[in-house]
């Protein structure tokens, strides 16, 4: 009888240290799979972040290329500054223009009075015929 209470006493405390064992190792599951999960959210979390600085080293480059050039309203002054440029230029050569036409006028009406005027003399090949008539 002592050696069956022994007995039942040694399996009643294995089972004990069985199910203890069995719930450990559940813990231990439990962990290791929350650990999986934890490991998987860092994963995406760290793609996410080298996402996320590439895109601000993408827009860091921009950023010193777009600050590397003039501001827009020093552009627009350069801009107007050549449209008055070329505006008076334009109004030059319109002056030259009025001015040629003018001297072109004035040599044609030269060239017509000179005309006129070796018109109104009498030619050098007239002129010996008109010696001999007289």
Not at 55 to 72: D, F, N, S, W
């Amino acid at each position: 009888d002592l050696l069956g209470r022994k007995l039942a006493a040694s399996q009643t405390a294995s089972r004990r240290e069985l199910d203890t064992y069995a719930q450990k190792q559940q813990q231990l599951q439990d962990s290791i799979a929350q650990a999986n999960e934890l490991i998987e959210v860092k994963k995406q979390q760290l793609a996410e972040a080298r996402v996320w600085r590439q895109q601000q080293e993408e827009y860091e480059v921009l950023r010193k290329q777009i600050t590397a050039e003039q501001p827009r309203h020093e552009t627009q002054q350069h801009i107007d500054a050549a449209d008055r440029d070329i505006d008076s230029i334009r109004a030059d050569i319109r002056r030259q223009q009025l001015t040629y036409e003018v001297i072109a006028k004035k040599c044609a009406a030269v060239q017509h009075q000179v005309e006129d005027l070796l018109n109104s003399f009498p030619s050098a090949a007239d002129a010996p015929a008109e010696r001999e008539g007289a």
